[in-house]
């Protein structure tokens, strides 16, 4: 038998919480999982710092990259006898559902933006590259490796395998939301997945909705929105994020500045280059940024000593409210204020954006166009969600936007009077709370 | 108002999945949370290499120590009213229960067993040494951190208090069995605690159960039995262990015959001379040992790389059956077989043990005396649980023992026919089944 | 010790699928549950009809009661230390959620409406009356059965003790929600209700929100919203009380017309006068009704029989989505037909109409006043929900309404073709979409 | 396309709270679900009285029927590549799950053993008879109501087919361990069916289990023996079987005396006589008793007034532990002294008997030979359950017998003095305790 078609003897299972069961037939799919680079990614927390807030989210990327490729599964299954599916397609929707997020490494938010990197390139340098998983795909057949990256990229021609991994309800954004929701306990998360799958129906380039399962939609659009405001968001995550963001920037500027580190930064030379090439960027797992932190906490620069304490025994920063275009004046008074006491403002003193859109229909033009659903009504007819959803429709294309000021508590508690006084006049300035978690 | 009755402004409470809430109201133990000593935990998972088996199984014993701190609160508040409850023991109680497990490392029991350690001294050292649990402690009272080590080690004088902890039905055992049945997924390890909480007695100088609790209590013991054998004896599981020690025997030998590492094993020098101070012990978490392995897969010593490679990519043994009283012939030649192919069968063919014993009564004498459960009947007798439960008496006192063989398949595969051919058969002898996974 | 403070010599439980236990200290609330009165609630489905399309809302009055006293019990615990809480309304509140609807008949919504009731009034009468519920809650102190009628009817002069009962946000709801979400088995309907209930104050005369739980509470409103048009309005619910309504119309039809029944309907008469006394009141259950019905099938009335038949075996209505507003035409029109083929169009051509606010702020003057719910910031100020939640302020005092017109399809089927057809042009007009379930 | 293989246009889901949906398909299927045969199961609770111990436990055998159905439609889409399988015996499979219980009436196991009823003949003469249900069995092919009756009856040729309903692990059992554990709440209950389902094979003419799904089994067994003892041998339920058993046979007995009703007892005369027709049978559903109950507390006879008053409002017997070898005498005075008092023995001074086998191999000879599970080893042998199980062994064959003594607590306290003191020692004696629940 060709290896495309190979099957297993027996069928594999993988016990996951969130589905159950991981269903594994395809010879292909199990040796995918089998790499040193999908192994990997059992090293990388799915939700990064979320942990120091909520304890139980402590799942990996491997974790939720099999529940993509389960979902995936099941989808395909039930699309098996659909007039405007392409069963030929099958493998290759599994191969790019488990490997989606492949890229990504430890604490992928704070490293992009430090480091000018995109975890996308890196998935696609993977499955494109001389890895075991490029071996595996190629024996597929000629070029099936160039069709997964080019689904995960968005740039495949079939669409509609596009949409089962990236679209506003896809196998993605469906795993993640319940995995996440389990592992930190909320309540949040949840909705009818079972129901949304068995209503999806292949049209076209899209995949639609029949209108009889609009509510399970609606429902699982808040618990998208309650997720991201109430988990993702969280400020006590996004407090360690500063500070993570922090240590990586004082890291790279100690390193350019050619100070001598106890530690040999080796692992991260290439990042602070803002190069990294494949080799270097896949050893850098969770793990071994643990390992460098730790010991930084005994450099002789004392930002990065202190900062390196702060995120390894979650001494974190607090946080106001802070609304940046009426406070301009409240902030630079602070920065002044902190130079004058010795405290490096642009580490301790931060601002943190978050914002949100909980769902969009299409428009035209703006920077980031997003594919609406489309429901498929009773006539036939398709017909985009918000103008049937009184729900989806009141929050359509509302975008939400949170800004936060995160300064060291402790620290402005032990600085001398009058300034301590003054600072804390100003952060509490306009009714804002601190929060003292 | 003093220390040990200091209260928090507002309760706290961090989201659980297994309790739903921890809730935290004293500020002693708000205080021990926050210590490095504590934090620490969060680097440390709960059921070491589980998640290799069971992928949700990635969460850590500080998540697990929360849990049983918050059983704890709820017993202790349900005997509030409680004539043989001394109340004057809960900040004692709670403290033992947040810090019993406070000497762990990473996978405890393959370092324990290949360096001779045993992490309840390491419970005792933090307590008492000067840590950051050590000083908060003694602010409570003079003493205080003697009493919650004794409390642990089970030789403070109130026994009642120690059983809380430490007994066949404490709060560590409920926690953990629901906790790792959450995180695995596995649809054993429920049981009623509430009820069971509901039907503890504090009676003399133990909790005992009123009688018309037993069944939730049998299924707590038949939750526990499953769990040992589905979950935490796992083959795969126990095939990761075995390679884990194989690379501690490994690297402690290449130390001890003056190898020469490219990445010196410094923060295991004190483990191979079998005496690591408490300071370097603290510094000893997973990610370290993440760190070491990945590195030691570039190593010269083609044992100690291939092993690190194995275990970081879950490149692990296959196993069969083995029977130590019948099989030792064949086990001895298949040793044999395997030193002419060259490969030192110290490392890779290994005979791994598991046993449990499920419940037991009170056997004076015996090695490990255990304290049984009893039952408060109607009449205010007590009963010593299997003489009235049929279910646990059909289990009570009967050990388990499950023996099994490992070793590399891949490498058996590779050798040459003859010597493959006989090794194959000397597996398979006795109707055994190569586990292939 | 006086009655009203007596204690159960040891707690009793209720074990309950949704809160776990219902826990019961007061012999005042045992007694209550031991009445006629309130046991007769077992024979009351909470849904009425709902079971026909879920089959599992097979629960009674008396599952729902429990729990809404059980919610309550455990808010007055939360609120035992609060300053503006006044615990000697313990008792009271327990009382009153206890038995808040024990005025509820078999299928009240349907009952209520042709016979011109008001199942509030027979709570009152109940409670009032020579009942022994009376007796108990008189034997509390003299005119206590008058206060708890007061917190019902929302009279009572301290408004908190009557808001956690009768709110946007009560424990009548809470409990509703969650339990029958339950039982249908639908994945709508879940909220953090512990949270909930963390963050409730009773503050002056009403309980208001931590601002912190906002989420928690829009995403009870959101549960809220989904389960009354996914659950409550469901059409196929709706079509079976379309049938019962119009067996009620019909017999009291012919009870007027002195129609010489087989089965006398004794049970019935002083329905049919309008002037139920209590104690026919009281004996009508839900498995009289059913033994009318049953027995009505073998009536010579061809409509009774006819709609008793399909009550009882589930041959119901189809429907069609339809706006009085613009197809009255069409209606006339098919009321004629109907007439024209010997189908009493009174009986077998019915349209039925569902509304719904999911919350409102205050509107003076407006018909129902609705209270809203407030929010408690940090600095201490109220807000009112839906001016701080977006979510909340998109649906708030958006009131949907939902038209369907319901009739036989069999008959139709049955008709001459002529007819049949323009019958089913008509009914098909405008793209609405026939629902044969 | 003939009716056998006819499809529904689109696939129909009932929303279950246990399996999530059940899936219907085939037309045969839900033609037989909308006959008034089938729906009748609505009226009829699964648990008989069990919903005044537990309240949530109010579902009906419609419920149940639905959920036996989907689990052997499970079981067999697993089958369909299997080689022992015969895909033929499909819909005979599915009709005979969905048809198994239909002849049970309400309180099945009072009135069987009351009138010397059994409720499998009634199934057969529902298939068999001039019923809707057989009208469509047989349109399905000539003679085919015969075999679903034989597959019930457990005649059938094939046994396989046979086992899927009738076996110590079938569908049947899976159903109602899993649902009656959800609607009362309880935490046993609970295995993994899904692993069950899984692993079960149809090897000749029986469904064996791969032994890596042993535990499961464990499980399932474990759950099974604690739902018996926890659930439907709770002695409230018993308590109110007691009384139940105790009316029919007043009413019979009034009834062969003569005795004038108010209510004339119609629907229980051919009851009475032991001969009920089957068109009488199936209009005795739960309502129809429960309006005899209720109108009963009206009667004349003190006895059956007192019963159905009892029964009503659950005002129910007491009970003490009762050991029919040891404590004779006792029994015999007490119900002298009943006598004495008055108080009819025969009514209210009853001994009931509950007993399990929670698992057994066959036993050649012995009264009820059960086929035992086998589990399909490695090696493609058959072994039995319990020879591989230890915590099976320790259970197999194990019958337990628990006996109660029953008789109204209320009554005896308002005796004269002297006699209720006696009957209360007698009732103690033995350290058993008076249950007063």
Redesign the interface.
């Known amino acids: 038998m060709v290896y495309k078609d190979e099957q297993l003897d027996e069928e594999?299972?993988?016990?996951?919480?969130?589905h159950?069961?991981v269903h594994v037939k395809d010879r292909v799919i199990w040796d995918l999982i089998?790499?040193?680079e999908f192994?990997r990614l059992?090293?990388i927390k799915q939700l990064g710092t979320t942990?120091?807030t909520?304890?139980?989210a402590?799942?990996?990327r491997?974790?939720h990259s099999?529940g993509v490729y389960e979902i995936v599964r099941r989808i395909i299954f039930n699309f098996r006898n659909e007039p405007h599916w392409n069963t030929k397609e099958r493998l290759l929707c599994l191969c790019a559902a488990l490997l989606h997020d492949l890229g990504h490494g430890p604490f992928s938010h704070s490293f992009e933006k430090v480091f000018k990197l995109d975890h996308e390139d890196f998935t696609q340098q993977i499955i494109l590259g001389r890895t075991h998983v490029h071996t595996i795909l190629e024996k597929v057949e000629r070029g099936f490796s160039q069709k997964v990256a080019d689904v995960i990229a968005k740039t495949y021609e079939d669409k509609l395998v596009v949409s089962l991994i990236s679209s506003q309800i896809d196998a993605d954004r469906m795993d993640y939301l319940q995995r996440d929701a389990?592992?930190?306990?909320?309540?949040?998360g949840?909705?009818?997945m079972?129901?949304i799958l068995?209503v999806m129906r292949p049209i076209d380039d899209q995949v639609v909705i029949k209108s009889s399962g609009m509510?399970?939609v609606?429902?699982y659009i808040?618990s998208r929105?309650?997720m991201y405001?109430?988990v993702y968001f969280h400020p006590v995550t996004r407090s360690a994020e500063v500070i993570l963001s922090k240590i990586l920037h004082r890291a790279k500027y100690l390193f350019e500045k050619k100070y001598r580190f106890k530690l040999e930064p080796t692992h991260f030379i290439s990042f602070f280059n803002e190069r990294p090439v494949l080799d270097e960027y896949l050893?850098l797992?969770?793990?071994?940024?643990?390992?460098y932190f730790?010991l930084w906490q005994e450099e002789d620069d004392p930002i990065l000593r202190d900062l390196c304490e702060r995120f390894?025994?979650?001494?974190l920063f607090k946080y106001v409210e802070f609304n940046p275009n009426q406070q301009m004046n409240q902030w630079m008074e602070l920065y002044r204020l902190f130079q004058e006491a010795g405290i490096d403002p642009e580490y301790y003193l931060v601002v943190d954006s978050s914002s949100d859109l909980p769902y969009d229909f299409y428009r035209p033009g703006e920077e980031e166009e997003r594919l609406p659903i489309h429901l498929l009504m009773?006539?036939n007819e398709l017909r985009e969600l918000s103008r049937q959803s009184?729900?989806v429709e009141?929050?359509s294309g509302?975008k939400?936007t949170d800004h936060k000021l995160y300064f060291p508590a402790d620290i402005v508690s032990s600085m001398q009077d009058g300034k301590k006084q003054r600072i804390l006049e100003l952060l509490d300035n306009g009714?804002a709370?601190k929060h003292v978690?």
Chains 1, 2, 3, 4 share one sequence.
């Open positions: 594999k299972v993988f016990k996951d919480p969130v159950r069961y089998a790499t040193p192994q059992r090293r942990n120091l909520f304890h139980g402590e799942h990996s491997f974790n099999l389990y592992f930190t306990g909320v309540s949040y949840h909705f009818d079972e129901r068995r509510h399970a609606e429902d808040m929105y309650q405001w109430q050893k797992d969770e793990a071994i940024v643990f390992y730790q390894m025994n979650r001494r009773p006539n009184d729900i009141s929050i509302k939400r009714g709370k978690n």
